[in-house]
T-cell receptor, first 108, second 114 residues
Framework: KNEVEQSPQNLTAQEGEFITINCSYS?????LHWLQQHPGGGIVSLFM???GKKKHGRLIATINIQEKHSSLHITASHPRDSAVYIC??????????FGEGTQLTVNP | GAVVSQHPSWVICKSGTSVKIECRSL??????MFWYRQFPKQSLMLMAT?????????EQGVEKDKFLINHASLTLSTLTVTSAHPEDSSFYIC??????????FGPGTRLLVL
């Protein structure tokens, strides 16, 4: 069993739909990261969470420390949101353990 | 925002040669940088933690004599893949830690060993 698990692995949505990607982890963490990886491979850090909820534009990330679970939500999805979304658990020394990623495709 | 660059972005080499990949933090100093590897359709895997002025810390299963890491300045870490073989073909990504808190990722280097 991976230390960080994401679901779903693949997600296809129509433009405008509300999207949720889930992440569960089994290790003790200092923070939980959500990253976006574009087709060319470049990675952008979206959120770093240690508790509660954060919002940036159409993106919302939540974390439940007791349940060791985090979700990434995208409201009013757009084709440009198509990418791989990765959650990563940060442990000691800022080391990251990554989930396998969720491939999101948003169709116009 | 903070910018991290990698060079080269693409490299193709013959089996047995060594390849050096540079990771630079362009507008901030980073005492800690990380090197990751990603095989096709797989997740990122941490290879090693690079600390300025000291030896890198390697993850279990990563050969330190094969993947040489040098972090000689606060803005530059290098990863050298020695005697590269086709199984080393992968996407290598670095990140730099800003203020010991936020990781900024480089754009990655695709290595193809023939």
């Amino acid at each position: 069993k991976n230390e960080v698990e994401q679901s779903p692995q693949n997600l296809t949505a129509q433009e405008g739909e509300f999207i949720t990607i889930n992440c569960s982890y089994s290790v003790g963490i200092s923070a939980l990261h959500w990253l976006q990886q574009h087709p060319g491979g470049g990675i952008v850090s979206l959120f770093m969470l240690s508790s509660g909820k954060k919002k940036h534009g159409r993106l919302i990330a939540t974390i439940n420390i007791q349940e060791k679970h985090s979700s990434l939500h995208i409201t009013a999805s757009h084709p440009r949101d198509s990418a791989v979304y990765i959650c990563a658990a940060e442990t000691s020394g800022s080391r990251l353990t990554f989930g396998e990623g969720t491939q999101l495709t948003v169709n116009p | 925002g903070a910018v991290v660059s990698q060079h080269p972005s693409w490299v193709i080499c013959k089996s047995g040669t060594s390849v050096k990949i540079e990771c630079r933090s362009l507008d901030f100093q980073a005492t800690t940088m990380f090197w990751y590897r990603q095989f096709p359709k797989q997740s990122l895997m941490l290879m090693a933690t690079s600390n300025e002025g000291s030896k890198a810390t390697y993850e279990q299963g990563v050969e330190k004599d094969k993947f040489l890491i040098n972090h000689a300045s606060l803005t530059l870490s290098t990863l050298t893949v020695t005697s590269a073989h086709p199984e080393d073909s992968s996407f290598y990504i670095c990140s730099a830690l800003l203020a010991q808190e936020t990781q900024y990722f480089g754009p990655g280097t695709r290595l193809l060993v023939l």
